[in-house]
Nanobody
Framework: QVQLVESGGGSVQAGGSLRLSCVAS????????MGWFRQAPGKEREEVAS????????YYVDSVKGRFTISQDNAKNTLYLQMNSLKPEDTAMYYC????????????????????WGQGTQVTVSS
């Protein structure tokens, strides 16, 4: 069982930056898919970005490309999401998730593929 704990959320003005962190309770798998999802009030949960921990390949939803960067530090069992040029539409609860049940490049955007989830951290961007 892997426990994921997010931190780093907060309130910022549009154009600002935040860095989210997700600490895993034990070493992540040598080859697993870890990612960030978000859910705004009244909307479905959507993928944001994922990384294949075995090789470092990254995947992003179009709306965050060029603004967000996902990275990992396996020595610290930590996943990061650096968010720059934040927009009001980025406001949501952000969740860290992980799985090793399928190839990351085919499953990264499917929330149903992930079997480990954090409790979420709130990001609020004001205009």
């Amino acid at each position: 069982q892997v426990q994921l704990v997010e931190s780093g959320g907060g309130s910022v003005q549009a154009g600002g930056s935040l860095r989210l962190s997700c600490v895993a309770s034990r070493s992540t798998y040598s080859s697993s898919c870890m990612g960030w999802f978000r859910q705004a009030p009244g909307k479905e949960r959507e993928e944001v970005a994922s990384i294949y921990t075995g090789g470092g390949s990254t995947y992003y939803v179009d709306s965050v490309k060029g603004r967000f960067t996902i990275s990992q530090d396996n020595a610290k069992n930590t996943l990061y999401l650096q968010m720059n040029s934040l927009k009001p539409e980025d406001t949501a609860m952000y969740y860290c998730a992980a799985h090793s049940r399928a190839y990351c490049y085919t499953s990264w955007s499917k929330s149903s593929a992930y079997n480990y989830w954090g409790q979420g951290t709130q990001v609020t961007v004001s205009s």
